[in-house]
């Protein structure tokens, strides 16, 4: 599977103490790792969101290199 999308950095305040609180929730352990690990911005750290539009998928059960292609965007397989 692979997938292709569009990335966008991360920005403001409220966004990035959010998404930072929600990681320290999720991995504790990252107190022990980053120092100051708090829900607050950390320095030197890019949070990106990735919108996947097309998904890739493999299937080698239907021949070598057979794809098949889904628009995320568009609910459907793509042409």
């Known amino acids: ?14 966004e990035l103490e959010r998404v930072t609180a929600a990681f320290v ?3 504790p352990q990252l107190k022990a790792m980053v120092p ?6 950390w320095g030197g750290i890019v949070f990106l ?8 998928l493999l299937d080698y059960r239907l021949g070598f290199g057979h794809t098949e292609l889904y628009d995320v965007a568009e609910g459907q397989l793509a042409p």
């Open 36 to 41: 100051g690990a708090s829900p607050m911005p």
């Open 49 to 56: 969101r990735i919108a996947p539009r097309v998904i890739s």
């Open 25 to 27: 929730r999720k991995f």
């Open 1 to 14: 599977m692979s997938a292709a999308g569009r990335a966008t950095m991360l920005a403001g305040s409220g």
